[in-house]
């Protein structure tokens, strides 16, 4: 069978969405990676943590609970107390893709975070980075 139909035929059989190997990635070694880049930007790892935070609704003391764990992103996401309403309003580009138009509701959720992270690199105020006034 030619590639071009097993895709297809894998596809119609329910095959896993082609983003698993991302949200297997551990958490914890993405939030070290988050840190680092602010950190690369004169930008501190309590911004960081106030940005996670903001937009899945962990506490600080929760959200090191996750650091400090072995869970998945796919996990870490499920298992967030408030995802926050405000982030359908970020918007932009992430590795040249639009973030409002990723249609996996879980990678999206993913972009929005890199996202947040890359506007705090960027030296934006956390006032604008956290969208206030955004209901």
Known sequence: MPAAKKTKAKAKAGAK???????????????TLLVQKAERKNRAKKEVDQVICWLTGYTPAGLQKQ???????????????????????????????????????????????????????????????LRPGVK
């Open 67 to 129: 650091v400090k764990g072995e869970d998945d992103l796919k996990t870490f996401f499920a298992r967030a107390p408030a995802f926050n309403p405000a982030a359908k309003h970020i918007k932009g580009t992430v590795c040249g893709v639009r973030v409002e138009e990723i249609e996996d509701p879980l990678m999206r959720k993913i972009r929005y975070l890199d996202k947040l992270i890359d506007e705090l690199a960027q030296g934006r105020t956390m006032e604008k980075i």
């Open 17 to 31: 969405s082609p983003y698993e190997r991302v949200f297997a990635y551990s958490f914890a070694k993405i939030y």
